[in-house]
Protein backbone atom coordinates (compact mmCIF):
# COMPACT_ATOMS: atom_id res chain seq x y z
CA UNK A 1 0.00 0.00 0.00
CA UNK A 2 1.66 3.37 -1.30
CA UNK A 3 1.55 6.27 1.23
CA UNK A 4 -0.04 9.13 0.48
CA UNK A 5 0.46 12.47 2.33
CA UNK A 6 -2.38 14.45 4.09
CA UNK A 7 -3.86 17.65 3.00
CA UNK A 8 -6.10 19.95 4.90
CA UNK A 9 -8.29 21.52 2.60
CA UNK A 10 -8.83 25.68 4.52
CA UNK A 11 -9.24 28.37 2.69
CA UNK A 12 -7.29 30.52 5.65
CA UNK A 13 -3.83 28.14 4.57
CA UNK A 14 -2.28 31.27 2.60
CA UNK A 15 -3.57 34.29 4.70
CA UNK A 16 -0.67 36.46 5.09
CA UNK A 17 0.08 39.34 6.94
CA UNK A 18 0.95 42.84 5.44
CA UNK A 19 2.66 45.74 7.59
CA UNK A 20 1.17 49.04 6.84
CA UNK A 21 3.40 51.90 4.45
CA UNK A 22 5.38 54.36 6.15
CA UNK A 23 3.04 57.17 5.71
CA UNK A 24 0.04 54.80 7.56
CA UNK A 25 2.06 54.56 10.41
CA UNK A 26 2.14 56.59 13.74
CA UNK A 27 5.05 58.54 14.00
CA UNK A 28 7.14 60.09 17.14
CA UNK A 29 5.30 58.66 19.82
CA UNK A 30 7.07 58.11 23.34
CA UNK A 31 5.57 55.18 24.13
CA UNK A 32 5.33 53.65 27.53
CA UNK A 33 8.86 51.75 29.17
CA UNK A 34 6.36 50.54 31.54
CA UNK A 35 7.32 46.69 32.32
CA UNK A 36 3.28 45.27 33.19
CA UNK A 37 2.33 42.92 30.85
CA UNK A 38 -0.66 44.91 29.15
CA UNK A 39 -0.60 46.03 25.77
CA UNK A 40 -0.63 49.71 26.25
CA UNK A 41 -2.51 50.06 23.37
CA UNK A 42 -6.56 49.77 22.33
CA UNK A 43 -8.23 50.46 18.83
CA UNK A 44 -11.73 51.07 17.85
CA UNK A 45 -13.08 51.98 14.15
CA UNK A 46 -12.33 55.37 14.76
CA UNK A 47 -9.87 55.83 17.80
CA UNK A 48 -6.60 54.35 18.74
CA UNK A 49 -4.75 55.26 22.23
CA UNK A 50 -1.48 54.62 23.33
CA UNK A 51 0.04 54.73 26.71
CA UNK A 52 2.77 57.12 26.68
CA UNK A 53 5.54 57.52 29.13
CA UNK A 54 4.61 60.76 31.20
CA UNK A 55 6.33 62.24 34.48
CA UNK A 56 4.21 63.07 37.18
CA UNK A 57 1.35 60.86 36.68
CA UNK A 58 0.41 58.57 33.99
CA UNK A 59 -1.16 59.55 30.27
CA UNK A 60 -2.39 58.19 27.06
CA UNK A 61 -3.20 59.41 23.19
CA UNK A 62 -6.04 59.06 21.73
CA UNK A 63 -5.80 59.76 17.57
CA UNK A 64 -8.29 59.87 15.04
CA UNK A 65 -7.38 56.76 12.92
CA UNK A 66 -7.19 59.02 9.51
CA UNK A 67 -4.74 61.13 11.45
CA UNK A 68 -1.44 59.10 10.35
CA UNK A 69 1.97 60.15 10.23
CA UNK A 70 4.10 61.63 12.49
CA UNK A 71 2.89 63.15 15.45
CA UNK A 72 3.69 66.39 17.41
CA UNK A 73 5.40 66.27 20.91
CA UNK A 74 2.89 68.15 22.24
CA UNK A 75 -0.11 66.79 20.88
CA UNK A 76 -2.96 66.81 23.29
CA UNK A 77 -3.27 63.99 25.96
CA UNK A 78 -5.91 62.22 28.83
CA UNK A 79 -3.99 63.04 31.77
CA UNK A 80 -5.72 62.87 34.95
CA UNK A 81 -4.42 59.70 36.64
CA UNK A 82 -1.97 60.85 39.53
CA UNK A 83 0.26 56.96 38.78
CA UNK A 84 1.01 55.42 36.02
CA UNK A 85 -1.47 53.94 33.62
CA UNK A 86 -1.77 50.42 33.47
CA UNK A 87 -4.55 49.24 30.97
CA UNK A 88 -6.72 51.00 28.78
CA UNK A 89 -10.16 49.69 27.17
CA UNK A 90 -12.67 50.79 24.55
CA UNK A 91 -16.09 50.37 25.20
CA UNK A 92 -17.25 48.17 22.60
CA UNK A 93 -20.75 49.76 22.31
CA UNK A 94 -19.73 53.98 22.18
CA UNK A 95 -16.76 54.56 20.05
CA UNK A 96 -15.99 57.40 22.12
CA UNK A 97 -16.05 56.02 25.80
CA UNK A 98 -12.50 54.65 26.87
CA UNK A 99 -12.22 53.40 30.53
CA UNK A 100 -8.57 53.22 31.93
CA UNK A 101 -6.88 51.97 35.27
CA UNK A 102 -4.07 53.07 37.06
CA UNK A 103 -1.29 52.78 40.03
CA UNK A 104 -3.47 55.31 41.59
CA UNK A 105 -5.92 52.60 42.76
CA UNK A 106 -8.71 54.49 40.52
CA UNK A 107 -10.91 53.25 37.49
CA UNK A 108 -11.91 56.21 34.82
CA UNK A 109 -14.30 56.73 32.11
CA UNK A 110 -13.24 59.54 29.84
CA UNK A 111 -15.48 60.80 27.26
CA UNK A 112 -13.34 62.08 23.51
CA UNK A 113 -14.91 64.68 21.53
CA UNK A 114 -15.84 64.38 18.54
CA UNK A 115 -12.37 64.83 16.04
CA UNK A 116 -10.17 63.56 19.01
CA UNK A 117 -8.85 65.79 21.60
CA UNK A 118 -8.22 69.75 21.23
CA UNK A 119 -6.67 70.71 24.06
CA UNK A 120 -4.88 67.82 27.05
CA UNK A 121 -7.79 66.09 28.82
CA UNK A 122 -7.94 66.22 32.96
CA UNK A 123 -11.47 65.67 33.75
CA UNK A 124 -13.02 62.33 33.87
CA UNK A 125 -16.81 61.55 33.14
CA UNK A 126 -16.59 59.22 36.23
CA UNK A 127 -14.05 58.43 38.63
CA UNK A 128 -14.14 54.72 40.36
CA UNK A 129 -12.97 54.24 43.38
CA UNK A 130 -12.87 50.34 45.27
CA UNK A 131 -9.56 48.65 44.93
CA UNK A 132 -7.14 49.27 47.90
CA UNK A 133 -3.71 48.51 45.00
CA UNK A 134 -3.18 49.52 41.98
CA UNK A 135 -5.36 48.55 39.25
CA UNK A 136 -3.99 46.44 36.61
CA UNK A 137 -6.94 45.46 34.47
CA UNK A 138 -9.99 46.96 33.21
CA UNK A 139 -12.73 44.64 30.75
CA UNK A 140 -15.95 45.87 29.21
CA UNK A 141 -18.74 42.52 29.30
CA UNK A 142 -18.72 42.10 25.69
CA UNK A 143 -23.05 41.98 25.99
CA UNK A 144 -23.80 44.08 28.54
CA UNK A 145 -23.72 48.19 28.29
CA UNK A 146 -22.45 50.10 31.29
CA UNK A 147 -21.29 46.72 32.94
CA UNK A 148 -17.21 47.08 33.60
CA UNK A 149 -14.65 44.83 35.31
CA UNK A 150 -11.91 45.71 37.16
CA UNK A 151 -8.97 43.72 38.77
CA UNK A 152 -6.22 44.68 41.08
CA UNK A 153 -3.30 44.06 42.97
CA UNK A 154 -6.03 43.74 46.57
CA UNK A 155 -6.47 40.20 44.31
CA UNK A 156 -10.02 41.12 44.20
CA UNK A 157 -12.16 41.86 40.50
CA UNK A 158 -14.99 44.54 41.02
CA UNK A 159 -18.23 44.92 38.93
CA UNK A 160 -18.99 48.15 38.21
CA UNK A 161 -22.57 49.07 36.92
CA UNK A 162 -22.03 53.02 35.30
CA UNK A 163 -25.22 53.65 35.22
CA UNK A 164 -24.85 53.80 39.25
CA UNK A 165 -20.98 54.75 39.04
CA UNK A 166 -20.40 51.97 42.06
CA UNK A 167 -19.26 48.46 42.52
CA UNK A 168 -22.11 45.93 42.56
CA UNK A 169 -20.47 42.84 42.99
CA UNK A 170 -16.80 41.47 44.20
CA UNK A 171 -14.87 38.26 43.14
CA UNK A 172 -12.79 37.27 45.83
CA UNK A 173 -11.33 33.87 45.05
CA UNK A 174 -7.69 34.63 44.28
CA UNK A 175 -5.10 34.18 46.32
CA UNK A 176 -2.48 36.28 44.23
CA UNK A 177 -2.54 38.82 42.01
CA UNK A 178 -4.47 38.46 38.58
CA UNK A 179 -2.52 38.17 35.16
CA UNK A 180 -5.73 37.93 32.46
CA UNK A 181 -9.71 37.78 32.16
CA UNK A 182 -11.58 36.38 28.82
CA UNK A 183 -15.04 36.24 28.46
CA UNK A 184 -17.19 33.19 27.08
CA UNK A 185 -19.62 35.00 23.82
CA UNK A 186 -22.77 35.30 26.10
CA UNK A 187 -20.52 36.95 28.89
CA UNK A 188 -21.68 34.39 31.35
CA UNK A 189 -18.96 32.80 32.53
CA UNK A 190 -15.47 34.73 32.56
CA UNK A 191 -12.04 32.73 32.78
CA UNK A 192 -9.28 34.29 34.86
CA UNK A 193 -5.12 32.75 35.33
CA UNK A 194 -3.70 34.09 38.37
CA UNK A 195 0.08 34.34 39.52
CA UNK A 196 -0.83 31.58 41.74
CA UNK A 197 -0.14 29.11 39.02
CA UNK A 198 -4.17 28.79 39.03
CA UNK A 199 -6.91 28.42 36.11
CA UNK A 200 -10.19 29.43 36.80
CA UNK A 201 -13.98 29.33 35.09
CA UNK A 202 -15.69 31.90 37.30
CA UNK A 203 -19.68 32.77 37.58
CA UNK A 204 -19.03 36.32 37.59
CA UNK A 205 -22.57 37.19 39.02
CA UNK A 206 -22.24 34.75 42.63
CA UNK A 207 -17.95 34.79 42.40
CA UNK A 208 -18.38 30.90 42.49
CA UNK A 209 -15.75 29.08 40.75
CA UNK A 210 -17.21 26.38 38.82
CA UNK A 211 -13.55 24.77 37.61
CA UNK A 212 -10.35 25.25 38.33
CA UNK A 213 -7.28 23.79 37.31
CA UNK A 214 -3.52 23.52 39.18
CA UNK A 215 -1.17 24.08 36.78
CA UNK A 216 2.21 22.81 37.76
CA UNK A 217 3.68 21.67 34.24
CA UNK A 218 1.96 24.53 32.39
CA UNK A 219 2.32 27.68 34.55
CA UNK A 220 -0.41 29.65 33.28
CA UNK A 221 -0.07 33.50 32.18
CA UNK A 222 -2.92 34.45 29.20
CA UNK A 223 -6.19 32.82 28.96
CA UNK A 224 -8.96 33.02 26.28
CA UNK A 225 -11.96 31.67 25.63
CA UNK A 226 -12.68 30.19 22.23
CA UNK A 227 -15.91 31.11 21.21
CA UNK A 228 -18.81 29.13 21.46
CA UNK A 229 -16.68 25.85 21.10
CA UNK A 230 -16.62 25.39 25.25
CA UNK A 231 -12.83 25.81 24.46
CA UNK A 232 -10.17 28.06 26.83
CA UNK A 233 -6.38 28.31 25.31
CA UNK A 234 -3.75 29.39 27.63
CA UNK A 235 -0.19 30.45 26.95
CA UNK A 236 2.77 29.87 29.83
CA UNK A 237 5.64 28.24 30.39
CA UNK A 238 6.11 24.82 30.87
CA UNK A 239 8.73 22.76 33.35
CA UNK A 240 11.40 23.56 31.39
CA UNK A 241 11.10 27.20 30.87
CA UNK A 242 10.18 26.89 26.98
CA UNK A 243 6.83 28.42 25.80
CA UNK A 244 3.86 26.37 25.39
CA UNK A 245 0.41 26.37 24.50
CA UNK A 246 -2.46 24.05 26.02
CA UNK A 247 -6.35 23.52 25.35
CA UNK A 248 -8.60 23.01 27.80
CA UNK A 249 -12.18 21.62 27.75
CA UNK A 250 -14.29 24.50 29.89
CA UNK A 251 -15.81 21.81 31.88
CA UNK A 252 -13.17 19.80 33.01
CA UNK A 253 -9.92 21.58 33.82
CA UNK A 254 -8.14 18.31 35.66
CA UNK A 255 -5.83 18.00 31.93
CA UNK A 256 -5.94 19.50 29.41
CA UNK A 257 -6.75 18.61 25.63
CA UNK A 258 -3.18 19.25 24.35
CA UNK A 259 -0.05 20.88 25.13
CA UNK A 260 2.36 22.12 22.23
CA UNK A 261 5.76 23.82 22.92
CA UNK A 262 6.38 27.04 20.89
CA UNK A 263 9.87 27.86 21.61
CA UNK A 264 12.35 28.49 23.97
CA UNK A 265 12.33 32.19 23.97
CA UNK A 266 11.19 34.64 27.19
CA UNK A 267 9.05 36.68 26.00
CA UNK A 268 5.19 36.63 27.23
CA UNK A 269 2.99 35.01 24.80
CA UNK A 270 -0.32 36.69 24.10
CA UNK A 271 -3.23 34.68 22.47
CA UNK A 272 -6.03 36.64 20.05
CA UNK A 273 -8.88 34.30 18.49
CA UNK A 274 -11.33 35.09 15.93
CA UNK A 275 -14.63 33.37 16.22
CA UNK A 276 -15.47 34.56 12.84
CA UNK A 277 -12.68 32.59 10.80
CA UNK A 278 -11.59 30.05 13.89
CA UNK A 279 -8.14 30.97 13.70
CA UNK A 280 -5.42 31.59 16.43
CA UNK A 281 -2.79 34.37 16.59
CA UNK A 282 -0.13 34.07 18.91
CA UNK A 283 2.34 36.90 19.16
CA UNK A 284 5.31 37.33 21.78
CA UNK A 285 6.08 40.53 23.81
CA UNK A 286 9.29 41.14 22.54
CA UNK A 287 8.94 39.45 19.10
CA UNK A 288 8.92 40.33 15.92
CA UNK A 289 6.98 37.90 14.46
CA UNK A 290 3.23 36.52 14.37
CA UNK A 291 2.16 33.05 14.37
CA UNK A 292 -1.17 31.89 13.30
CA UNK A 293 -3.38 28.76 13.30
CA UNK A 294 -6.62 27.20 13.02
CA UNK A 295 -8.85 25.82 15.46
CA UNK A 296 -10.63 22.56 14.46
CA UNK A 297 -13.55 20.47 16.92
CA UNK A 298 -11.53 17.14 16.07
CA UNK A 299 -7.94 15.71 16.91
CA UNK A 300 -4.89 17.17 16.65
CA UNK A 301 -7.53 20.79 17.31
CA UNK A 302 -4.55 23.00 16.42
CA UNK A 303 -3.17 23.63 12.81
CA UNK A 304 -0.15 25.33 12.08
CA UNK A 305 -1.26 27.52 9.50
CA UNK A 306 1.68 30.30 8.87
CA UNK A 307 3.81 33.17 10.70
CA UNK A 308 4.59 37.01 9.82
CA UNK A 309 7.66 37.60 10.15
CA UNK A 310 9.38 41.48 11.27
CA UNK A 311 12.61 42.20 12.64
CA UNK A 312 11.37 45.04 14.72
CA UNK A 313 10.13 43.28 18.57
CA UNK A 314 6.83 44.15 20.01
CA UNK A 315 5.74 45.51 23.24
CA UNK A 316 2.22 45.11 22.73
CA UNK A 317 -0.34 45.30 20.56
CA UNK A 318 -4.22 46.55 19.85
CA UNK A 319 -6.78 44.60 18.13
CA UNK A 320 -9.26 46.32 15.20
CA UNK A 321 -13.08 45.26 16.03
CA UNK A 322 -14.45 43.35 12.80
CA UNK A 323 -17.14 46.11 12.13
CA UNK A 324 -13.23 48.52 11.24
CA UNK A 325 -12.09 45.87 8.74
CA UNK A 326 -11.63 46.74 4.89
CA UNK A 327 -13.33 43.85 3.49
CA UNK A 328 -12.83 44.87 0.24
CA UNK A 329 -9.46 44.14 0.55
CA UNK A 330 -10.27 40.66 2.40
CA UNK A 331 -8.72 41.75 5.11
CA UNK A 332 -9.82 39.27 8.30
CA UNK A 333 -7.52 40.68 11.26
CA UNK A 334 -5.58 43.68 11.77
CA UNK A 335 -3.41 44.08 14.75
CA UNK A 336 -1.91 48.18 15.78
CA UNK A 337 2.65 46.91 16.98
CA UNK A 338 3.79 49.21 19.23
CA UNK A 339 7.53 49.88 18.58
CA UNK A 340 8.65 51.06 21.26
CA UNK A 341 12.77 51.65 20.09
CA UNK A 342 11.34 53.24 17.19
CA UNK A 343 8.64 55.45 18.83
CA UNK A 344 6.31 53.90 16.14
CA UNK A 345 2.59 52.64 15.95
CA UNK A 346 2.30 49.98 12.99
CA UNK A 347 -0.89 48.41 11.23
CA UNK A 348 -0.20 44.88 10.34
CA UNK A 349 -3.57 43.55 7.93
CA UNK A 350 -4.21 39.90 8.29
CA UNK A 351 -5.79 38.95 4.63
CA UNK A 352 -7.27 36.15 2.80
CA UNK A 353 -6.03 36.25 -0.93
CA UNK A 354 -8.90 36.37 -3.03
CA UNK A 355 -8.98 37.43 -6.81
CA UNK A 356 -12.84 38.51 -6.88
CA UNK A 357 -13.16 41.98 -5.64
CA UNK A 358 -16.97 41.19 -4.33
CA UNK A 359 -18.08 40.92 -1.04
CA UNK A 360 -16.33 37.65 0.40
CA UNK A 361 -18.93 36.07 2.48
CA UNK A 362 -17.52 32.83 3.35
CA UNK A 363 -14.84 34.43 5.33
CA UNK A 364 -17.50 37.46 6.67
CA UNK A 365 -20.27 35.36 8.56
CA UNK A 366 -22.39 37.80 10.80
CA UNK A 367 -20.51 38.96 13.59
CA UNK A 368 -21.24 40.86 17.19
CA UNK A 369 -22.29 44.32 16.41
CA UNK A 370 -21.98 47.62 18.30
CA UNK A 371 -25.60 47.16 19.68
CA UNK A 372 -25.64 45.31 23.38
CA UNK A 373 -27.98 42.54 24.31
CA UNK A 374 -28.32 43.27 27.66
CA UNK A 375 -29.16 46.12 29.53
CA UNK A 376 -27.23 45.61 33.21
CA UNK A 377 -29.99 45.41 35.66
CA UNK A 378 -31.01 42.55 32.84
CA UNK A 379 -27.83 40.81 33.20
CA UNK A 380 -27.13 41.30 37.08
CA UNK A 381 -30.73 39.79 37.57
CA UNK A 382 -29.36 36.35 35.70
CA UNK A 383 -30.68 36.86 32.06
CA UNK A 384 -27.95 35.46 29.74
CA UNK A 385 -28.07 36.49 25.87
CA UNK A 386 -26.14 36.26 22.97
CA UNK A 387 -24.37 39.20 21.33
CA UNK A 388 -26.85 40.83 18.60
CA UNK A 389 -24.90 40.13 14.82
CA UNK A 390 -24.29 42.35 12.37
CA UNK A 391 -23.82 42.00 8.18
CA UNK A 392 -20.07 43.64 7.50
CA UNK A 393 -21.81 43.48 3.50
CA UNK A 394 -24.44 46.13 4.81
CA UNK A 395 -23.71 47.57 8.52
CA UNK A 396 -20.21 47.94 9.36
CA UNK A 397 -20.59 51.90 8.46
CA UNK A 398 -23.42 52.15 10.80
CA UNK A 399 -22.84 54.23 13.81
CA UNK A 400 -24.10 53.27 17.08
CA UNK A 401 -27.18 55.45 18.69
CA UNK A 402 -25.73 54.96 22.66
CA UNK A 403 -24.65 58.04 24.48
CA UNK A 404 -23.08 57.59 28.03
CA UNK A 405 -24.17 59.41 31.02
CA UNK A 406 -22.35 59.94 33.87
CA UNK A 407 -24.13 59.38 37.22
CA UNK A 408 -24.17 61.95 39.49
CA UNK A 409 -23.17 60.88 42.91
CA UNK A 410 -21.74 61.81 46.02
CA UNK A 411 -18.30 60.25 47.86
CA UNK A 412 -18.99 57.74 50.41
CA UNK A 413 -17.99 54.68 51.62
CA UNK A 414 -17.86 51.62 49.13
CA UNK A 415 -19.45 48.41 50.19
CA UNK A 416 -19.73 45.55 48.41
CA UNK A 417 -20.77 42.38 50.32
CA UNK A 418 -21.14 43.43 53.45
CA UNK A 419 -17.28 44.84 53.22
CA UNK A 420 -16.27 48.44 52.97
CA UNK A 421 -13.38 48.09 50.05
CA UNK A 422 -11.54 51.79 51.18
CA UNK A 423 -11.60 50.74 54.29
CA UNK A 424 -10.72 47.00 54.48
CA UNK A 425 -7.04 47.32 53.37
CA UNK A 426 -5.29 43.75 53.23
CA UNK A 427 -1.99 43.17 54.22
CA UNK A 428 0.74 44.15 52.51
CA UNK A 429 3.45 42.38 50.67
CA UNK A 430 6.81 41.63 51.61
CA UNK A 431 8.27 43.92 48.83
CA UNK A 432 5.53 46.62 49.94
CA UNK A 433 7.11 46.74 53.88
CA UNK A 434 10.69 46.56 52.31
CA UNK A 435 9.64 50.07 50.61
CA UNK A 436 8.29 51.31 53.48
CA UNK A 437 11.20 50.66 55.77
CA UNK A 438 13.61 52.19 53.36
CA UNK A 439 11.20 55.19 52.89
CA UNK A 440 11.28 55.49 56.65
CA UNK A 441 14.92 55.30 57.07
CA UNK A 442 15.77 57.93 54.49
CA UNK A 443 12.91 60.24 56.56
CA UNK A 444 14.91 59.49 59.62
CA UNK A 445 18.51 60.04 58.65
CA UNK A 446 17.09 63.24 56.28
CA UNK A 447 15.51 64.55 60.16
CA UNK A 448 19.07 63.10 62.00
CA UNK A 449 21.15 65.59 59.07
CA UNK A 450 18.29 68.60 60.09
CA UNK A 451 18.80 68.14 64.09
CA UNK A 452 22.36 67.77 63.17
CA UNK A 453 22.59 71.06 61.20
CA UNK A 454 20.82 72.77 63.89
CA UNK A 455 22.92 71.65 66.85
CA UNK A 456 25.74 73.21 64.62
CA UNK A 457 24.21 76.39 64.30
CA UNK A 458 23.17 76.71 68.18
CA UNK A 459 27.09 76.14 68.83
CA UNK A 460 28.01 78.56 66.83
CA UNK A 461 25.37 81.01 67.86
CA UNK A 462 26.09 80.51 71.25
CA UNK A 463 29.94 80.96 70.47
CA UNK A 464 29.45 84.17 69.57
CA UNK A 465 27.62 85.20 72.09
CA UNK A 466 30.18 84.17 74.44
CA UNK A 467 32.81 85.93 71.96
CA UNK A 468 30.55 89.39 72.13
CA UNK A 469 30.30 89.37 76.19
CA UNK A 470 33.61 89.33 76.69
CA UNK A 471 34.58 91.67 73.80
CA UNK A 472 36.57 94.89 75.76
CA UNK A 473 33.64 97.29 74.31
CA UNK A 474 30.94 95.23 76.91
CA UNK A 475 33.81 95.61 79.64
Not at 180 to 188: E, P, R, Y
Not at 295 to 301: C, R, V
Not at 375 to 400: A, F, Q
Not at 449 to 461: F, P, T
Request: net charge neutral; charged share 25%; glycine share 6%.
Amino acid sequence: MSWRPQYRSSKFRNVYGKAASREHCFDGIPITKNVHDNHFCAVNARFLAIVTESAGGGSFLVIPLEQTGRIEPNYPKVCGHQGNVLDIKWNPFIENIIASCSEDTSVRIWEIPEGGLKRNMTEAVLELYGHSRRVGLVEWHPTTNNILFSAGYDYKVLIWNLEVGEPVKMIDCHTDVILCLSFNTDGSLMATTCKDKRLRVVEPRSGRVLQEASCKNHRVNRVVFLGSTKRLLTTGVSRWNTRQIALWDQEDLSMPLIEEEIDGLSGLLFPFYDADTHMLYLAGKGDGNIRYYEIGSEKPYLSYLMEFRSPAPQKGLGVMPKHGLDVSACEVFRFYKLITLKGLIEPISMIVPRRSETYQEDIYPMTPGTEPALTPDEWLSGVNRDPILMSLKEGYKRNSKIVFKAPVREKKSVVVNGIDLLENVPPRTENELLRMFFRQQDEIRRLKDELSQKDIRIRQLQLELKNFRNSPKNN
